[in-house]
C-alpha cells in the first residue's frame, strides 16, 4: 500500500506481525520501493523470523540495521544497473502481460466475428425457411382441396351443359 503525503510517499508492507515501511520522494519509481521493502522482509524474516513473536523491547532488531543500511544504499540510485534490472524485468512482465491480453482480446474479436457471420446466415436461412414453409402450406392446400373443387367444377359444368342442351 502507498499513502501520499505532500511530495513524500509512505510504501508499506505488512507481513504477519511486521510492517515494512519506507518514506520516498513522489519520483522515486514506486516498483523499486516495493521492492526494497520486499528484499528487507526477506532478509528480516530469514534472520529474525522465528524471534518475532518472542520480542519484548522495542529495538530487539536493532542489529538488523546494518542490512537496512546496507541495502538502502543499492537502492538510492534508480538509475543503478542493478535498479534498472529489475525496472526492465517489470517492465518485461507487465508487457508479457499485456500483450497476452491484447491477443486474448482479438481472439474474443474473432469469436464475435464468427458469431455475427453465423447469425447472419442464421437470419438468411430463416427467411428461406419462411419461403419454403409458405410453399409447403400452399401445396397441402391444393392437394387437400383441388380434388374437391374438381369435382365441384366438373358437377357445374354438367349443369351448365344440361341446360345449354335442353
Given at each position: 500500500?502507498?499513502?501520499?503525503?505532500?511530495?513524500?510517499?509512505?510504501?508499506?508492507?505488512?507481513?504477519?506481525?511486521?510492517?515494512?515501511?519506507?518514506l520516498?520522494?513522489?519520483?522515486y519509481?514506486?516498483?523499486?520501493?516495493?521492492?526494497?521493502?520486499?528484499?528487507?522482509?526477506?532478509?528480516?524474516?530469514?534472520?529474525?523470523?522465528?524471534?518475532?513473536?518472542?520480542?519484548?523491547r522495542?529495538?530487539?532488531?536493532?542489529?538488523?540495521?546494518?542490512?537496512?543500511?546496507?541495502?538502502?544504499?543499492?537502492?538510492?540510485?534508480?538509475?543503478t544497473?542493478?535498479n534498472?534490472?529489475?525496472?526492465?524485468?517489470?517492465?518485461y512482465?507487465?508487457?508479457?502481460?499485456?500483450?497476452?491480453?491484447?491477443?486474448?482480446?482479438?481472439?474474443?474479436?474473432?469469436?464475435?466475428?464468427?458469431?455475427?457471420?453465423?447469425?447472419?446466415?442464421?437470419?438468411?436461412?430463416?427467411?428461406?425457411?419462411?419461403?419454403?414453409?409458405?410453399?409447403?402450406?400452399?401445396q397441402a392446400?391444393?392437394?387437400?382441396?383441388?380434388?374437391?373443387?374438381?369435382?365441384?367444377?366438373?358437377?357445374?359444368?354438367?349443369?351448365?351443359?344440361?341446360?345449354?342442351?335442353?
Amino acid at each position: 500500500m502507498s499513502i501520499e503525503t505532500g511530495p513524500y510517499l509512505f510504501h508499506y508492507i505488512i507481513e504477519g506481525r511486521v510492517c515494512y515501511l519506507t518514506l520516498c520522494d513522489r519520483s522515486y519509481p514506486k516498483k523499486l520501493a516495493f521492492q526494497y521493502l520486499e528484499d528487507l522482509k526477506n532478509e528480516f524474516e530469514r534472520v529474525n523470523g522465528s524471534q518475532i513473536e518472542t520480542a519484548a523491547r522495542p529495538y530487539a532488531f536493532i542489529k538488523f540495521d546494518a542490512f537496512i543500511q546496507k541495502t538502502k544504499k543499492l537502492y538510492l540510485d534508480t538509475r543503478t544497473q542493478r535498479n534498472l534490472a529489475k525496472l526492465n524485468d517489470e517492465l518485461y512482465e507487465v508487457h508479457q502481460i499485456m500483450t497476452r491480453n491484447v491477443q486474448e482480446v482479438l481472439g474474443v474479436g474473432e469469436k464475435l466475428d464468427q458469431v455475427s457471420e453465423m447469425s447472419s446466415r442464421l437470419t438468411s436461412d430463416t427467411r428461406i425457411y419462411a419461403e419454403k414453409a409458405k410453399d409447403l402450406n400452399r401445396q397441402a392446400l391444393i392437394r387437400k382441396y383441388a380434388p374437391v373443387a374438381i369435382v365441384i367444377g366438373i358437377v357445374l359444368m354438367l349443369f351448365w351443359v344440361k341446360n345449354k342442351i335442353w
